[in-house]
């Protein structure tokens, strides 16, 4: 256990909460960078960071999966922002899960359109 680094928006309930924690609070951040890397947003990009907090930690929100995600893409965001870190997956299963998906990632998103392509940074917090 390290002192909390980074921001509200891609931590996991339990750091937030100054709790105990394990590398699964990574795991919770990679599935928030995922989301990232899917939808080209800025998670909670209608709150604040401290807004976004007390959301993930008192309400159990998480960011909106667009309806056209990848099933395989969609579960693994899912299983690493569950509330229990316990219940997480370890790295070396999603790697599995994303090793089992490439091709249908690949195709998936070389045909799909980018929603990424951004003019401006999306934060300055």
């Known amino acids: 256990m390290t002192?909390?680094?980074g921001t509200y928006r891609w931590m996991a309930p339990e750091m937030i909460q100054h709790r105990p924690y394990t590398s699964k609070v990574d795991v919770y951040s990679f599935g928030?960078?995922?989301?990232?890397?899917?939808?080209?947003?800025?998670?909670?990009q209608n709150m604040t960071a401290v807004q976004a907090a007390f959301a993930v930690v008192n309400r159990n929100v998480r960011p909106i999966i667009p309806n056209d995600c990848l099933p395989v893409l969609r579960e693994i965001m899912t299983r690493c922002w569950d509330p229990n870190p316990d219940v997480r997956p370890p790295f070396t299963e999603i790697v599995g899960?994303?090793?089992n998906a490439?091709?249908?990632?690949?195709?998936?998103?070389?045909?799909?359109?980018?929603?990424?392509?951004?003019?401006q940074p999306m934060t300055t917090d």
Do not use: S, Y
């Not at 928030?32 to 890397?37: G, K, N, R």
């Open 3 to 5: 002192p909390e680094t």
């Open 32 to 44: 928030i960078v995922l989301w990232e890397l899917i939808t080209g947003l800025l998670p909670f």
């Open 97 to 99: 899960m994303l090793e």
């Open 102 to 119: 490439e091709m249908e990632i690949m195709t998936t998103v070389r045909k799909a359109r980018f929603r990424c392509c951004m003019t």
